[in-house]
């Protein structure tokens, strides 16, 4: 068992990047090379700007190619619960960027031509307890007659048609939904960039930035120093660099995943037969689908702790019992892959755009990034272009999280709750 990713490690290799020192200045510099400042850089470069991204380790190595694979329609709280706390238009519009994400991903995919097995799914949310299907049955209602007539309520007595287990209790089918190969999408993104001019170094961690007047930085980096009339901040949960006033506005929370080795297509037809995203109604509960090479990626919370080789191994654990309780005739088979890493989580599980002290910024996308992400790395090229109304999260405060200080000393507390959440509800 490997304990790295599985869309890394079958990537293709990215060596595009600049080999010499960083120097100079440009238009923007763009921290952070994952989903959000590649597709940044990727539009920014289209339009002749001159862009820089630095990238602390290898492009799309942390929650880019570190996920779940699921690319779809749907913020990340029950619809009606969130039209009651910010309102029905609000929520709408919230609803709908996400929708738009998902067209982002495809056009970038198509107007690029990256090959990442992008095929259209859909998300299949599945109760995973007897009572769940009640609220499911409850949003379905709502997103039915508010934003999305095409959503779909599978009832108990029709799962089996869409999954072969009988750990479920219904489900809601969301059918604006992709799957693709994280690992080749990363890195057809920045080959893309590069090819249109953009300048990405990897190993070029920031340790400084200083800032010289309105949106103008110099940027200190393990590779150099550049200047930038315009930087974008795009590092998600990250813990690299002087950036203590986004980590304390999100919760890196740990979420670790495991693949099996690859299953048959009569094992695949039997207990997956439209292959779907899949998440669990729980808390604490699972994602899963199967990948271009025919292997189960199952993954979830696991533990509340942070991703490292010790604590991914044992987290990996607990993820086969998860498998084997839902699927027991997986109960056996190999995993090949076992690896963690870190969601940024906001206390709205909303995502956050905007500018703080000159500097853009895009985060926060609370477990549903892979869409999210792309599209905001080219609605944050709009605004650094004078186009504030693209920013479809404008006017949500972000206050910190109380009590964080950007470290993870809370997860255990944070896990305790939501298991209780789980047991009673």
């Known amino acids: 068992m490997k304990l790295d990713s599985y869309w890394l490690d079958t990537a293709p290799v990215f060596s595009e990047g600049v080999q010499g020192p960083v120097e100079g200045r440009a238009d923007v510099v763009v921290i952070g090379g994952g989903f959000t400042g590649l597709s940044a850089a990727l539009e920014l470069a289209t339009r002749g700007v001159s862009v820089t991204v630095l990238e602390a380790g290898r492009i799309a190595s942390e929650a880019s190619g570190r996920n779940g694979g699921q690319c779809n329609t749907g913020v990340a709280q029950d619809f009606a619960s969130l039209a009651a706390k910010v309102g029905l238009e609000q929520a709408r519009s919230f609803y709908r960027a996400y929708e738009s994400a998902v067209a982002s991903v495809e056009s970038i995919v198509s107007r690029h031509q990256i090959d990442c097995d992008l095929v259209r799914t859909g998300k299949l949310k599945l109760a995973a307890k007897p009572g769940h299907f009640e609220k499911l049955a409850r949003t379905y209602e709502v997103l ?133 995203s899949y998440v669990t109604s729980l808390n604490i509960g699972n994602y899963f689908r199967v990948t271009p090479d025919n292997r189960l990626l199952w993954g979830g919370r696991a533990r509340f702790a942070m991703s490292n080789p010790r604590s991914d191994e044992k987290s990996g654990n607990v993820l086969r019992k998860g498998l084997a309780k839902y699927f027991p005739e997986l109960a056996n088979t190999r995993i090949d892959y076992c690896w963690g890493g870190l969601i940024d989580i906001t206390v709205d599980r909303l995502p956050r755009a905007g500018q703080h002290e000159g500097l853009y910024y895009s985060m926060g996308y609370s477990g549903h990034g892979v869409q999210m992400s792309t599209h905001m790395g080219r609605m944050m090229a709009d605004m650094m272009s004078g186009s504030e109304q693209a920013n479809p999260w404008r006017s949500l405060p972000w206050p910190a999280v109380p009590g964080h200080a950007g470290r993870a000393w809370t997860l255990p507390l944070v896990g305790a709750y939501y298991r209780l959440q789980d047991i009673l509800f």
């Open 144 to 276: 039915r007659r508010e934003v999305d007539p095409e959503v779909e309520l599978i009832p108990p007595d029709r799962m089996r048609s869409e999954i072969g287990s009988d750990g479920f209790h219904g489900g809601l089918l969301q059918r604006n939904g992709v799957q693709m190969h994280m690992g080749k999408f990363g890195v057809g993104l920045a080959q893309a960039a590069t090819r249109h001019g953009a300048r990405i170094f990897e190993g070029a961690a920031v340790t400084q930035l200083k800032r010289l007047d309105g949106e103008r930085y110099e940027l200190t980096s393990a590779r150099g120093v550049i200047r930038a009339d315009r930087v974008l901040v795009a590092t998600g949960a990250s813990r690299v660099g002087p950036l203590q006033w986004f980590q304390r506005r999100m919760a890196p929370v740990g979420s670790f995943i495991v693949v099996t080795e690859p299953l048959s297509t009569q094992q695949l037809d039997a207990f997956f037969p439209h292959r779907r």
